[in-house]
């Protein structure tokens, strides 16, 4: 099982550090990933880990934007958004698969509910 929390309604140029909690798996068996769903728009990469930790992945559309992260001790993953923009007001939720590539790819094994996040101007 993967839960969310964090979301919430943000002024513009805020921060937000979205949580993933995972359970029922063997957490540093599986890679992380963050996306997101806009209303009316397709499902976005925004970042993810490896299994350990020790390295992220970006797509080039998002680097410097999103910072993701991952505590194998505590089964957490994070995403840190900061200066956030009204056009970043989604759904937010983190996805789990023992690859990396096929997280980014194809698509993950697991998915969590969502958090929502929304960016008052």
């Known amino acids: 099982q993967l839960v969310e929390s964090g979301g919430g309604l943000v002024q513009v140029g805020g921060s937000l550090r979205l949580t993933c909690a995972a359970s029922?798996?063997?957490?540093?068996?599986?890679?992380m990933g963050w996306f997101r769903q806009a209303p009316g728009k397709e499902r976005e990469f925004l970042g993810g880990?490896?299994?350990?930790?020790?390295?992220?992945y970006y797509p080039d559309s998002v680097k410097g934007r999103f910072t993701s992260s991952r505590d194998n001790s505590k089964d957490t993953a994070y995403l840190q958004i900061n200066h956030l923009q009204p056009q970043a007001t989604a759904v937010y939720l983190c996805?789990?698969?023992?690859?990396?590539?096929?997280?980014?790819?194809?698509?993950?094994?697991?998915w969590g509910q969502g958090t929502q996040v929304t960016v008052s101007s």
């Open positions: 996805a789990e698969d023992r690859s990396l590539p096929t997280l980014v790819v194809v698509s993950p094994e697991f």
């Open positions: 029922g798996r063997t957490f540093s068996s599986y890679a």
């Open positions: 880990t490896i299994k350990s930790g020790s390295s992220t």
